[in-house]
């Protein structure tokens, strides 16, 4: 059933100067949330046909592969990542067949096409832990079941708290308890237990025997446990993007795990990659997922979480970029996912937020590595806020009552055309409800429109494949260690403003809420907001990012 990439379809799957081998190095990648991104059968919930059906947008915008959320069956306690079989698809969200027709149709248009993968948990319906909770000898061990402390086993084995509020642990009617990082109907695997690394090579398999390019890795820092499951002793709690040390995250025992996925990956020989969401207390922690013998990425959550401030930016790329080029991997840049608030919104929404937001996509698609796109950032969408509560489906908004209610807001389903909900988001309505003012972002509106976000974001990556200086044209070749391994140097500027070179181009940042004049640094070639210039001197205006031939 494998499919392969045509060869017209190869070329403009693979950016400028990196060879298809290395394609993801400095690629674009799409994340699609299959369920609000396009519903094809009137369900109010969006489908995999729904996706293809849509490829053609983000053929237009130009990026090159696409990550699909999980799509598998499941219960949705936790929006499709507690999957109850690895290898079916939920019937929500279509068949096997649509599937593979996804897949060939983004491969016949030059897409690659990446799929999230599950494996620090599975869902309670999961027949693994069917046959836990049945009693069935020895199922218990491919979890980390453990009894109770205190009078009776009646408190939880340690004092870890779930990511989602609450104690990590639950116990079942015979008095055991089981852990889950995520919600109780999240149970943690026991990746000591051969059948797990034995089942999850065989998942993998079967994905990409199917044609997809790649995985998406769920939580990929958290599948190895400190032994003996030791106490925090102030029951911190783990937070989806954390940087502290923890006994149940970023483990040294998981690389074991990611080097065998690699080999398995390579043993495909034609580009499969593994992209680990993986949250690591620093930045070189963090390199050590995407060593030569281990995965290809790792998100950046370091750029994501960056204020948006001069010394603070620049730290973080800086950083970045050192710690990925020590051991010889991409670096990948990421504004906005599932997950988190919307950067228009956590740049401090309106206007200021969007001129931002627009500025920060500029300054992230002129860097060298790799970019994540979260579908609707590409429209400026901002984060909705006024969700009824009834609505929402976050676990972490129902397990905190009410005060971490920070993932639906992103979630709400893209609106591709018309003048009111849905939008053109599928024939019947929309799982969540769309803002009654959103007629002005739909894809439609903003087509054709030379200020609107969208075709911002058609132009730079236009520009990216077609500016030498730009993608990584290096990437591949460097070598370990070395300092500048993507001719990128910053340049002194005035206060405020960030300024650096790549091979025959320039990048402005203005992170100023004012003008700020220059000398110009070249010709302007894309700005976030108009530049005006007399060719000597230019005035960069407030909250701007521009591109610069030179
Ligand atoms: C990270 C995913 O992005 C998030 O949506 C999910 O809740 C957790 N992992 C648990 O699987």
Redesign the pocket.
Known sequence: MTHELTATSLASASSNATGNGGWWRDAVIYQVYVRSFADSDGDGVGDLRGVRERLPHLARLGVDAVWLTPFYVSPQA??G?DVADYRAVDPLFGTLADTDDLVRAAHAIGLRVIVDV?P??TSERHPWFRAALAGEPGARERYLFRPGRGADGAEPPNDWESVFGGPAWSRVPDGDWYLHL?APE?PDLDWEHPEVAEEFASVLRFWLDLGVDGFRV??AHGMVKAPGLPDIGRGAQAT?IGTEPLPFFDQDGVHEIHRSWRRLLDSYGDGRIGVA?AWAPTSERLALYVRPDELHQAFNFRFLTCPWDPEAMRTVIDESLAATASVGAPTTWVLS???VVRHVTRYGGGARGLARARAAALLMLALPGSAYVYQGEELGLPEVADLPDELRRDPAFHRSAGQDGLRDGCRVPIPWAGGGAPYGFGPGGSWLPQPADWAGLTVQTQTGDPHSTLELYRAALELRRALPGLGAPEAGRELPGKRDPYGMRWLPAPEGVLLFTRPGFACTVNTRGAVVELPSPGRPVLSSSPVATDGRTVRLPADSCTWWAI
């Open positions: 936790d929006g990542y599950v620090n948990h995520f999240q769920d939580v989806l969401e996912n599932h997950d």
